[in-house]
C-alpha cells in the first residue's frame, strides 16, 4: 500500500501496513500513538490508558499537574529522536508552541510527512522557534492562517502588558488580572513581568501547578500562588498582578482584568487585550511553509476566518494545498472516492471471511456487503485484491481464507 495520509479522530499516516496516529481525539485506531504536547485538544489519547503513545516527560509532566489521571503506557521521547517502525521512522521536532511540543516527521520510502501540532515561530521569553523541515506534504495547524492575524513583535506586546498594570491599574488601585491559558501563555506572561519589572506576580491554581512543572526544567519564573500566605499579602497590598485562566472566577472586587491571547487583534478597543499567543500569525506560517518546501499541503484546525489559507497558498506559491479530511491523501493528490470504497470493502470483507477453513460464495458475499453500503463491483474488485495478496484462495465461485 503506498503511503496514504487522512483525518479520522487524529491525523493517520500509513505506509505497506503500518501506521502512525498523530494526536487522535478518540478511540478506535491500534496503530501506535504520537501526542505532540500538553493541550487538552491534543492530548486526549491519554485518556485512553490501554493505548500505547509516545511523548515527551514534559507533555506528561504537565497532563499529571493539571490532574489527568490514569497517565499510563507511553514511551519517552524528545527532540531529536527517532522512532522506527517497519518502514516508517518518526523523527521529533521542536515545535516552540509549549513545553515540551513537538513536531513529527514520518519518513518512508515514498516521501516524507510532516505534521506540525501546534507551533510557534519566534523566539519567545520561555520557547525556542519552531524549526522549518523539509518534507513531501506538509500537514500543518492554521489557527491564526488568516491575514487579520498579524501579531505585534513580542517585546511590543510585553511593554504594553508592563505599561498597562504598573501605569494604569494599579495607580487607580486596581489589580491588575491577566486571563488566559494555563500552558504556555501564563509562563510567558511570568517571564516577561519578571524580566521587565519587579512587581509580583500572583498565579491561581492551574497556572501555579504548571509553572512548577516549567521551573523544573530550568526555566527562570518568580511567582506566589494565590492561596499561600505570601500570595494573599500581597492580594491585600494592591501591589501585584494576577494570573488566572480564561474562564475563572477572581473573588477580589478591585481588579482590572484583561485578555492575553491571539484572539485579541479582533477585539479592538472594546475591551482591554494583548495579542499574546503560542501559535505562529498569519505570515509566520506562510513562512513556514516556504522554508519547509513540500509539495502538498494539508492543514487542519482554524475555523471560518481560517478557511481561504489553502486558496491562498495555491494563488500565491503554486502549491497543491487544502484542508486534510476523511480523504485518503498520497504526494502525488487526493485518492479517488471510488479507490477508497474498495480499500475500505476490503477491511470489511476481511472482518466477514474469518473462518478458517471455510468456504463462502461470492453471492453470499456480494449480498452481505450491499448491507454495508457496497455495490456488486467493489465487492468483486475487493475479493480479486484479497485473491491476488494470497490472503483469499478462489475455489470456483467460492473463497476461503488461504
Not at 380 to 400: F, N
Amino acid at each position: 500500500m503506498a503511503l496514504r495520509i487522512r483525518k479520522s479522530h487524529g491525523v493517520i499516516v500509513e505506509y505497506k501496513g503500518q501506521g502512525v496516529v498523530l494526536d487522535p481525539t478518540g478511540y478506535g485506531n491500534t496503530d501506535p500513538i504520537f501526542v505532540s504536547h500538553a493541550h487538552a485538544d491534543h492530548a486526549a489519547a491519554f485518556k485512553f490508558p490501554d493505548k500505547i503513545k509516545y511523548a515527551t516527560e514534559e507533555t506528561v509532566r504537565l497532563l499529571d499537574s493539571l490532574g489527568w489521571r490514569n497517565i499510563q503506557n507511553w514511551n519517552k521521547i524528545k527532540v531529536g529522536d527517532k522512532v522506527k517502525l517497519d518502514d516508517m521512522e518518526v523523527h521529533v521536532h521542536n515545535a516552540g508552541h509549549v513545553l515540551g511540543s513537538t513536531q513529527f516527521e514520518v519518513n518512508t520510502p515514498e516521501g516524507t510527512v510532516l505534521y506540525t501540532g501546534d507551533i510557534g515561530l519566534e523566539d519567545t521569553y520561555t520557547m525556542r522557534s519552531a524549526e522549518a523541515v523539509e518534507c513531501d506534504v506538509l500537514v500543518m495547524e492554521t489557527t491564526f492562517a488568516a491575514p487579520m492575524f498579524t501579531f505585534p513583535k513580542r517585546r511590543e506586546i510585553a511593554l504594553d502588558m508592563v505599561r498597562w498594570a504598573t501605569m494604569e491599574s494599579i495607580p487607580s488601585k486596581k489589580i491588575p488580572v491577566l486571563k488566559t491559558d494555563s500552558i504556555g501563555n501564563a509562563q510567558e506572561i511570568i517571564r516577561i513581568f519578571n524580566t521587565l519589572t519587579k512587581l509580583p506576580i500572583v498565579t491561581t491554581k492551574s497556572a501555579t501547578r504548571v509553572s512548577d512543572v516549567y521551573k523544573g526544567y530550568g526555566h527562570r519564573l518568580e511567582y506566589y500562588d494565590f492561596k499561600s500566605d505570601e500570595g494573599e499579602e500581597l492580594i491585600s497590598s494592591g501591589k501585584c498582578a494576577i494570573i488566572s485562566p480564561k474562564g475563572s472566577r477572581i473573588p477580589i472586587e478591585n481588579i482590572d482584568p484583561a485578555l492575553a491571547s491571539g484572539w485579541a487583534v479582533l477585539f479592538g478597543r472594546r475591551m482591554k487585550a494583548f495579542p499574546l499567543s503560542d501559535h505562529a500569525d498569519f505570515k509566520s506560517l506562510v513562512g513556514f511553509v516556504r522554508r519547509c518546501k513540500p509539495k502538498r499541503v494539508l492543514t487542519f484546525h482554524g475555523g471560518a476566518m481560517t478557511r481561504e489559507f489553502p486558496d491562498y497558498l495555491r494563488k500565491k506559491l503554486g502549491l497543491d494545498a487544502h484542508h486534510l479530511s476523511g480523504k485518503e491523501e498520497t504526494v502525488n493528490g487526493t485518492v479517488q472516492n471510488g479507490e477508497s470504497r474498495v480499500k475500505a470493502c476490503i477491511g470489511q470483507l476481511i472482518r466477514t471471511v474469518r473462518i478458517p477453513g471455510f468456504e463462502y460464495g461470492s453471492p453470499w458475499l456480494v449480498k452481505e456487503m450491499s448491507k454495508q453500503g457496497f455495490s456488486s463491483g467493489e465487492t468483486e474488485e475487493a475479493i480479486e485484491v484479497l485473491v491476488s495478496r494470497g490472503i483469499l484462495l478462489r475455489t470456483g465461485v467460492k473463497v476461503r481464507l488461504n
